[in-house]
């Protein structure tokens, strides 16, 4: 299978639309959403930032080395992220900046420069996760909704991990005949997901996390530890 480019999803998880091809991809293969989810959340990371998170001053190496990624990007910009994917060289060092950002920058005024303004994402609305055939766990959903559209946050505190398999998010109608693969959680972790631009989460009300083999299978497994449904 080709995997979607590294550097495009770079693109994407700073806000910008994925090409046709690449959100046909992202919608079959778990490899390529899970790497955009990273992505994502480092990059939601770098927006969450508050100056108070900034009490030292950038190391000088920092700078020399964002300085030579760009003196070898002759095409790339800091500030216009919008032009970013014309600007046809790695753009991963954006994210790597950002990643970067979180820990050493001071005063979030680069973190503000190459991500745009803080987004305070509105809550859109939250469900109680209830345990599913006395799987024993339970947990909150909530979407958000920023200006890069609706994020599902998803956590179920004490999963444990699975033997042989994984958890995956899954978002379906009331009566639950259609269901919609949203990502992975990862058990001690809150998942957040992006969810599609033009998927109508009123339509998809149930929040429900399943058991999933590393068998190929795109369908769920039928085994749920926890579900729940979000008043929207
Ligand atoms: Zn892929």
């Not at 509105?122 to 006395?134: F, G, I, R, S, T």
């Given at each position: 299978?080709?995997?979607?480019?590294?550097?495009?999803?770079?693109?994407?998880?700073?806000?910008?639309?994925?090409?046709?091809?690449?959100?046909?991809?992202?919608?079959?293969?778990?490899?390529?959403?899970?790497?955009?989810?990273?992505?994502?959340?480092?990059?939601?990371?770098?927006?969450?930032?508050?100056?108070?998170?900034?009490?030292?001053?950038?190391?000088?190496?920092?700078?020399?080395?964002?300085?030579?990624?760009?003196?070898?990007?002759?095409?790339?910009?800091?500030?216009?992220?919008?032009?970013?994917?014309?600007?046809?060289?790695?753009?991963?060092?954006?994210?790597?900046?950002?990643?970067?950002?979180?820990?050493?920058?001071?005063?979030?005024?680069?973190?503000?420069?190459?991500?745009?303004?803080?987004?305070?994402?509105?809550?859109?609305?939250?469900?109680?996760?209830?345990?599913?055939?006395?799987?024993?766990?339970?947990?909150?959903?909530?979407?958000?909704r920023g200006s890069s559209g609706n994020v599902l946050n998803v956590s179920?505190?004490?999963?444990?991990?699975?033997?042989?398999?994984?958890?995956?998010?899954?978002?379906?109608?009331?009566?639950?005949?259609?269901?919609?693969?949203?990502?992975?959680?990862?058990?001690?972790?809150?998942?957040?997901?992006?969810?599609?631009?033009?998927?109508?989460?009123?339509?998809?009300?149930?929040?429900?996390?399943?058991?999933?083999?590393?068998?190929?299978?795109?369908?769920?497994?039928?085994?749920?530890?926890?579900?729940?449904?979000?008043?929207?």
């Amino acid at each position: 299978m080709l995997h979607c480019d590294e550097d495009d999803l770079s693109v994407i998880s700073l806000g910008e639309p994925a090409t046709t091809a690449d959100e046909a991809h992202l919608r079959d293969c778990a490899r390529c959403r899970t790497r955009l989810e990273q992505l994502t959340a480092v990059v939601a990371s770098a927006r969450a930032l508050t100056d108070s998170d900034h009490p030292v001053a950038p190391p000088p190496a920092v700078w020399t080395a964002i300085a030579a990624e760009l003196a070898r990007d002759e095409r790339a910009t800091v500030t216009p992220i919008t032009s970013a994917r014309r600007s046809g060289r790695s753009r991963l060092w954006l994210v790597a900046a950002a990643a970067a950002a979180v820990g050493v920058l001071a005063g979030g005024t680069i973190a503000g420069g190459l991500l745009g303004d803080r987004d305070v994402p509105e809550l859109v609305a939250q469900a109680e996760l209830a345990p599913v055939d006395d799987s024993g766990y339970s947990g909150q959903a909530t979407i958000e909704r920023g200006s890069s559209g609706n994020v599902l946050n998803v956590s179920v505190p004490d999963l444990p991990l699975v033997a042989d398999g994984y958890y995956e998010v899954w978002m379906a109608t009331a009566d639950t005949s259609t269901m919609v693969a949203i990502g992975t959680l990862n058990p001690g972790h809150t998942g957040s997901f992006a969810l599609p631009d033009g998927m109508d989460v009123n339509a998809f009300p149930v929040v429900d996390v399943s058991v999933e083999h590393f068998d190929g299978n795109a369908e769920h497994s039928v085994t749920s530890v926890v579900r729940g449904q979000l008043p929207v």
